[in-house]
């Protein structure tokens, strides 16, 4: 065995971190090395499997000297599948390590101060049996299972996924239509599942998961801290409904709303923070491009007798640019925009609206980085983040945040 990554494919190396994304970090012969299923202070036997100018990628064989955060991973499958990194570790060393990351990523590129105040990684409820979702493929030999880690096209023969809700083995599932994944979700009401093409996009109408018939309706229920909250079947909802009470308190308290203000929820989806947030301001609106989501955000705001509550169906950029032309007076900005953050036309039309407070929830903190730290250059001061983390076991966590303007 050699102990450089240029006259051999294996190598020793001391991982002296664990980077955003759950590879563990060391060096050798003076090139970073990145290594999956490995801890900081942990020296370990890998084979190199990809080199880059810079930096190497190796799959651990061995790990010499172990971490004390070192535990067994629970699922069989942890290591073929790609869903979970961090199976490895324990739970309150996984926190640890989100929120690192969370400061290197603030502090990296956001150019940001290490000392900026980052609280402690909040805690899911379960770290098993969280997941409301899961997505099943079509496998050559006719079962359902996941793709295999960093072979996409491969499919793996899945008999129980730990994270998700049911502990059922779809692997040979009756429903099924040529190349088509198999969505099966829980909900306040029976399993349901329906299809999707590898485009995401929805194919069939819902089906009964134990009786496989079409179900004839196209809402689902959610149950949230009070609130009851109808969704289309295929629509987005947040995956891990046990932590959403704390998620809503969290961010109830980072905007710290006050009642003579105006406010706006961008990517409001069906209004989950548009209608926790109403009661505390003297109006709100919820904008989303969905028009599916919308007709259920109204839907709920009526059931939840919220009468300071609208929805607007369009795209951000189109609202916000209009309530900017017509000068409009906002208080606060709660947003929860996909992984890949807000547009360029979005963060204009907001510097032009200057909320007194804007709330970024966000599901990627390098984008989140980014972003606020173009508010932060047109005179913003990120006065929290707090981390949740809503997807144990994987490299994934979502952070809530408040941007505040000073006070004149």
């Known amino acids: 065995m050699s102990s450089t990554a240029t006259s051999s494919p294996e ?19 003076g090139r970073v090395v990145f290594v999956p299923f490995v801890l900081a202070g942990e020296r370990v036997r890998a084979r190199v499997s990809k080199r880059k100018h810079r930096f190497l990628f190796a799959e651990p064989l061995e790990v010499l000297t172990p971490s004390v955060h070192r535990t067994c991973p629970f699922c069989p499958y942890f290591g073929q599948c790609g869903g979970c990194q961090y199976q490895h570790v324990t739970y309150e060393e996984q926190l640890r390590i989100k929120h690192k990351q969370l400061v290197d990523i603030l502090t990296r590129l956001g150019g940001f101060s290490p000392e900026l105040p980052v609280a402690p990684m909040l805690p899911s409820p379960r770290q098993t049996r969280y997941r409301n979702r899961i997505d099943l493929h079509p496998a050559a030999d006719g079962t359902y299972g996941f793709c295999v880690r960093k072979r996409p096209r491969d499919i793996f023969t899945l008999h129980d996924c730990p994270l998700f809700e049911l502990q059922q083995d ?36 819902a089906f009964d998961l134990a009786t496989q018939a079409p179900l004839g309706v196209t809402d689902a229920v959610f149950d949230v801290a009070g609130m009851r909250l109808v969704t289309h079947y295929a629509s987005f909802f947040q995956v891990n409904r046990w932590i959403l009470p704390t998620f809503l308190d969290i961010v109830l308290r980072t905007a710290a709303p006050e009642p003579s203000w105006r406010a706006v929820d961008l990517y409001c989806g069906v209004g989950i923070f548009t209608l926790a947030l109403a009661p505390y301001v003297a109006q709100i609106t919820g904008v989303e491009l969905h028009s599916e989501s919308i007709v259920r955000a109204d839907r709920n705001a009526r059931a939840a007798a919220q009468t300071n509550v609208s929805f607007a169906a369009e795209a951000a950029e189109s609202w916000l640019a209009r309530a900017a032309t017509e000068r409009r007076s906002l208080d606060l900005c709660v947003m929860d925009p996909p992984r890949t953050g807000l547009t360029n036309k979005v963060v204009s039309a907001l510097k032009k609206l200057a909320p007194r407070v804007i709330v970024y929830i966000s599901c990627g903190p390098d984008t989140f980085a980014r972003d606020a730290r173009k508010f932060v250059d047109a005179g913003y001061n990120l006065t929290a983040v707090q981390p949740l983390d809503l997807f144990p076991h994987t490299k994934h966590f979502e952070l809530v945040a408040r941007l505040e303007r000073p006070r004149s």
């Open 170 to 205: 779809f692997s040979h599932y009756p429903l099924r239509r040529p190349n088509q994944l198999l969505v099966v979700r829980t909900h306040a009401g029976a399993p349901y599942c329906y299809f999707k093409d590898d485009r995401n996009n929805v194919t069939s109408e």
């Open 11 to 29: 190598c020793e190396l001391e991982i002296t971190d664990v980077a955003f994304g759950g590879d563990g970090v060391g060096r050798v012969d």
